[in-house]
């Protein structure tokens, strides 16, 4: 039996300073090439999860694909020497992977064929386009089951436990497979840090590739898809209003009179 | 032109929710631009009433449905419709399984999707409809053209804007579907969790990373508590335990819209922001003067929130 994990690797707008969120109106772009380069958050949580399945069921195997350039194979280092067996690398041409259809189908024809898969994991969601639908397009083009918003996962007896929120609860799911999960944030799944020793060995790791003619994505198909017009910033930034402490009245006194007068006028 | 609502809400009861998306493409002017608006409902229910319900012009009634919750039952009586009427647009208004449904539907029909939209307009010159969507985790706005048709859901939001009242009562068709899929052999339990308040509450905490430990947020419960509070968190304080998972505010959390939501120890991240932005009235406490939440805070306290917070809670 194997695992596949889908990670990408994504900018860390975190770092972006606000000054920075500004659209160049010649490319219709924005510029933040300085950020960090990082795995996307949801695919180190979806990662970690494939990790502790295999922590205790040593015979599964496991594999990473990450679609991108030669950079991105920085994240799939980092994926097999934390323990990952396998990593996959599928490249093509940046703008075509801008909709989460191309990126489905590029998945699907790496995976559709390998009768060893029983999992896939997907982050919910990365960065820039937020669709948020990747995993759910892949789950119905192979015609397996998909989960959202999953937390948790484990394996036993040859059934896979999901536990997942809805927006009424949680719900725990004993179900058969192959299935497709996409996986949302969960308490205390970090993931795993590699030893030095590790991370060197993950160095000479062969990489598989998958080259942009065989990956099966025509540039025709793609252009009537997602058609990103423009980009705006729309920010409603306000005059912040400073208290500081003064010789009259506490800080803290302050506030609390702030807070309450605001619930009893129902505020401004 | 058509659109079809796709829901398993009860239009008998007024709903909110139905009329929250009737009331964000109601710019659409469905009257001038002759677009018809259709309304699927799928449940179990057999015969509803005459009830009146804005700019919907045809009720599908799917009532034949065991599992109406169930995904691929969800699909199904789309592909039905879809057969007949072939929708510019399918909205989807589920209670469950919104983000499974939507793409899912669209990738059988080859058509484009989208989860979770801000607004949609159309233009009139080329008759093609226009979507907005954050990107950029929200710090940017991208404006989409919809190539062909699409498959679509709006952000759920507490406050939503009225709807023009003209007593509008569609027409009640009734479809005789019965191929619908139960259940496969899954296994589901349930676990109700608590609610956490958040969406009603006037006054609301959000804790970010900033405060430490899962035992500074025990304490700034005892505070909340002594002001009326309902106590919540940042992704990274989710993350790390500290805080219930139902808890978490942001676009992959909770979107509020409290009298006063009060920021301790949170840096100010776009998905968060745009939880908050819709707050009557925001206080941010955080130690760093620079720090983004500032530029969209209606008040501002530097400095560490244990000497800001009221001294009997630490
Ligand atoms: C696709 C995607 C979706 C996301 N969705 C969400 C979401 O829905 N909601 C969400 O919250 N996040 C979301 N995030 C994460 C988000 O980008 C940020 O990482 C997160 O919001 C930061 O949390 P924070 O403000 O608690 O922590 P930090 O950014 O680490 O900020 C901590 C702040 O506390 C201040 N501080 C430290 N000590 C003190 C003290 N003693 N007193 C006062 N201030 C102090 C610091 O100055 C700092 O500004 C998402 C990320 C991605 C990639």
Known sequence: MKIISCIKQVYDLDIVLENDWVVDETTNKINIDYANLIMNPYDETALELMLRITDSSKDIKTEVITIGNKKSEAILRKALAIGVDDATRIEIDHELINNPFNIAKLLHHKIKDDKEVKLVLCGRQ???FNHGQTGQILAEKLGWSCFTNVFNITYKDSYFNVSRTTSSGIEHIKTNNPLVVTVTQSPNMFLRMATL???MKAKQKPINFISKELSEISEDTNE?????????VEKSKKNCIYLNENKNKSINLQLSDLINNSLNKGVK | MKIALITDYNILNTNHEINSVLSKISNLNPKTNNLKIDLLYISKQTIIKPITLEQVNEIHIYNQIEEPNNISNLIKVALHYNNIYTPDLFISCLKENQDAFIP????????ESFLNIESIKFDNETQKFNVIKPIYSGNVLGHYIVSDRAVLSFTKEKTSSKLIKVSNVPIIKYIDYTDATTLKD???????VVPSGIKDAKFVIVCGYGVGSANNIELLKDYAKSVNAVICGTKKVIDLGWLPMNTLIGTTGQIISPDICLTIGVSGAAPLLNGIIKSKL???INKDKDARIFNYADYGIVGDYKDIIEKEHF
């Open chain 2, 186 to 192: 899954d296994i589901v339990t349930f676990e109700k």
């Open chain 2, 282 to 284: 925001i206080i941010a």
């Open chain 1, 224 to 232: 009537k898809f997602y058609n990103l017009e423009k980009l705006t």
């Open chain 1, 126 to 128: 990365s960065d820039i």
């Open chain 2, 104 to 111: 899912q539907l669209a990738s059988k029909l080859s058509i």
């Open chain 1, 197 to 199: 020793m590790n991370t």
